[in-house]
Nanobody
């Protein structure tokens, strides 16, 4: 069955970096939007970054612009989220998501396929 396999979460101090990975497994579509969203404790889900089906349009939420970079390796069906200069407000569970119909924005695809989530903690 289709699934997303995430890795790369962890704990870092402010200013540190982490790289999240997400492998797309057995998804029947070859073209799809992909992205990352996050949910902090007590807060709503927030789209973080996305790449459209053609790979030409990349979108970031304002709070991560200049710090996070989304990318993909089509040969490995894997997307990445490089997170630099992490701050305590970035602490959240991060989910990768894909949707062949791109029903969402900035990485949050509520009707798409989600990964299980990976915890990112930023504290001193």
């Amino acid at each position: 069955r289709p699934q997303l396999a995430e890795s790369g979460g962890g704990s870092v101090q402010p200013g540190g970096s982490l790289k999240l990975s997400c492998e797309v497994i057995d998804y029947r579509y070859t073209a799809y939007c992909m992205g990352w969203f996050r949910q902090a404790t007590g807060k709503e889900r927030e789209g973080v970054a996305s790449i459209d089906r053609d790979g030409r349009t990349i979108t970031y939420t304002d709070s991560v612009k200049g710090r996070f970079t989304i990318s993909k390796d089509a040969t490995k069906d894997t997307q990445y989220l490089q997170m630099n200069n992490l701050q305590p407000e970035d602490t959240a569970v991060y989910f990768c998501a894909v949707d062949a119909l791109c029903r969402g924005t900035a990485g949050y695809y509520p009707l798409g396929l989600w990964g299980p989530g990976t915890q990112v903690n930023v504290s001193s």
